[in-house]
């Protein structure tokens, strides 16, 4: 069985796993073990559904081997024909759920994100509906008790924002998160139009997994690092010291731009989660582009991508790669969990084409 197949590598993966982290060159090393622990928690359910798959096939395999015995003890045998009818279903379900964790599987998935919001074409009213998708983001962030920390923010003249940084740290951030890249189509009438016409503006949203320094190593000589003055609303002691730190990386031309706290240290520190994590999406790329896939059939992720469309006067909110219209009053609200399982109803569904495709 394929599937069965499959999880015994997974399995093999999370035992050889758990014995390292007795390894002294392991838990001696910070940044090693978080990410071992992390790629072990992401493993365990599959390594318990294998667990329980091997077990109830060979109770299987026990019964079958009774009733296969004509001249066996009657009650043995009907003992183990009612045992079947009930084991039977139980692993075609089990193997189900094992199928669906596999094809939907995401290395990622575990990991906590970084989330960038922009108000892209339509002036004004485009950083407006970034405020507002970021607060959405918020509301659905305490929903599920994930954390979320303004790492950058530039406001516009009327309260918007004109570009964001985010942090989402907590359990299977990325799992959540990684569908709402792409660009967000709002339609509506903004408060400043006086003859009552529907304006559409786009704000768009990219999210990065976050990423551990064993996944990149970034050399400090490849980095251009400036301490600026920070700027925008803090009050008086904002601009006392150079406590903004810009970085930009030489080799790609990545600039990153963090002012999170009155410590220039930690602002680099910050900055460098940041770096990373756009380093990794980059080298994610070159994968893809290599294997000549599309980067993720969840959709490319790039900011130009329009994926969803937010109608205020039909109060519909529209995705438009599983097609399927939701209240947008819910999904302004952070209820997004009837979008996310629709969108990864609809990811199994084009992941499974693929695979047989590739058959």
Not at 119 to 145: I, N, P, S, V, W
Request: glycine content about 6%; hydrophobic content about 35%.
């Amino acid at each position: 069985m394929v599937v069965l197949e499959m999880l015994k590598k997974r399995a093999a993966r999370y035992a050889e796993l758990t014995k390292s982290i007795e390894d002294p060159a392991v838990y001696g090393n910070q940044a090693l073990f978080k990410e071992v622990q992390r790629e072990r928690g992401q493993l365990k359910e599959l390594a318990d559904i294998y667990e329980r798959l091997v077990k109830i096939e060979a109770q299987i395999k026990g019964d079958e081997e009774i009733l296969a015995d004509k001249s066996g003890d009657p009650e043995m045998r009907a003992m183990a024909e009612e045992e079947l009818k009930e084991l039977k279903p139980q692993f075609a379900r089990l193997a189900e759920e094992a199928e669906d964790m596999l094809v939907l599987e995401d290395a990622s998935d575990s990991r906590n994100c970084i989330l960038e919001i922009r108000g892209a074409e339509g002036g004004d009213e485009a950083t407006l509906f970034a405020r507002e998708l970021m607060e959405t983001y918020a509301r659905f962030c305490a929903q599920h008790k994930f954390k979320l920390v303004v790492m950058d923010e530039v406001e516009s003249e009327v309260g918007g924002v004109k570009s964001g940084t985010y942090s989402i740290t907590g359990d299977n951030v990325w799992k959540w998160f990684k569908y709402e890249a792409g660009g967000h189509r709002v339609q509506r009438v903004p408060a400043t139009e006086t003859q009552g016409r529907i304006h559409t503006s786009l704000a768009t949203v990219a999210v990065l997994p976050e990423v551990e320094e064993v996944d990149i190593k970034i050399n400090e000589a490849d980095l251009d690092i400036q301490a600026a003055r920070s700027g925008g609303p803090g009050g008086q002691n904002v601009n006392k010291t150079a406590s903004r730190c810009q970085m930009r990386h030489i080799p790609t031309g990545i600039f990153v731009d963090c002012q999170m706290t009155p410590s220039f240290h930690k602002n680099k520190d910050e900055a460098l989660r940041i770096l990373r994590a756009k380093l990794y999406e980059r080298e994610q790329e070159r994968i893809a582009a290599e294997r000549k896939e599309a980067r993720s059939v969840i959709g490319s992720g790039k900011r130009g991508e329009k994926i969803r469309t937010y109608n205020f006067p039909q109060n519909r909110c529209t995705d438009h790669r599983c097609n399927e219209n939701f209240g947008l009053e819910q999904v302004m609200e952070g209820r997004l969990d009837d979008v996310i399982f629709a969108l990864r109803k609809w990811e199994r569904a084009e992941r499974l084409k693929e695979l047989a495709r590739q058959a």
